[in-house]
């Protein structure tokens, strides 16, 4: 028996999530099932990436923004601040 895998046409909201502690591994919990409603009111499902801070932060800038290209939402979630 074969498995056929099909990708979704269904529209996907993609979210990062900045953050692996406590607070981070949270949110991320929490949005891997979510939905967002847009602003016609239908809901589209959640595409979640989850990334440390420190992996981040550590990041080129042009590395930070391959990360956040076409990303809908951004959630930092980062605790500990380097000075």
Do not use: E, W
Request: with cysteine; aromatic share 6%.
């Amino acid at each position: 028996m074969s498995s056929v895998i099909k990708k979704s046409s269904t529209p996907m909201a993609k979210v990062v999530v900045i953050g692996s502690g406590r607070f981070g591994s949270a949110v991320a919990q929490g949005l891997r099932a979510s939905f967002v409603k847009q602003s016609n009111g239908s809901l589209i499902p959640v595409s979640l990436v989850h990334v440390s801070a420190r992996r981040f932060v550590s990041l080129s800038i042009s590395d930070m923004a391959d990360k956040l290209s076409g990303v809908a939402y951004v959630v930092y979630c980062g605790t500990k601040r380097q000075d």
